[in-house]
Nanobody, 126 residues
Framework: QLQASGGGLVQAGGSLRLSCAAS????????IGWFRQVPGKEREGVSY????????YYADSVQGRFTISTDKSKNTVYLQMNNLKPEDTAVYYC?????????????????????WGQGTEVTVSS
């Protein structure tokens, strides 16, 4: 399972760090990605780090502000979010896809992911 945490309320320009702790499956067999969703809109891929070619995907809207990282000793993936904007307000989900599926820094498809966390809410006030 995946346990996402770290969301909260922050003012525009502030920072948050989301964590995604994985358990119950072989961590090295999967790549972890982050998605976000606003009510009434489709789930948007935010970031992932490929285990195929070490590329990193960031959505254009977060490029330069968000950073994904992994602590293999803790089976945890982080999403550092800086310079947050009101449009970053969403529920953020982490998800795991079989390691071969994510590569070439292409936009991820939610259907490619096998496991999903419960989501953590991020609210950015203006």
């Amino acid at each position: 399972q995946l346990q996402a945490s770290g969301g909260g309320l922050v003012q525009a320009g502030g920072s948050l760090r989301l964590s995604c702790a994985a358990s119950g499956f072989e961590f090295d067999d999967y790549a972890i990605g982050w998605f976000r969703q606003v009510p009434g809109k489709e789930r948007e891929g935010v970031s992932y780090e490929s285990r195929v070619d070490d590329t990193i995907y960031y959505a254009d809207s977060v490029q330069g502000r968000f950073t994904i990282s992994t602590d293999k000793s803790k089976n945890t993936v982080y999403l550092q979010m800086n310079n947050l904007k009101p449009e970053d307000t969403a529920v953020y989900y982490c998800a795991a896809a079989w390691w071969t599926r994510l590569h070439s820094a292409r936009a991820p498809n939610a259907d490619e992911f096998n496991y999903w966390g419960q989501g953590t809410e991020v609210t950015v006030s203006s």
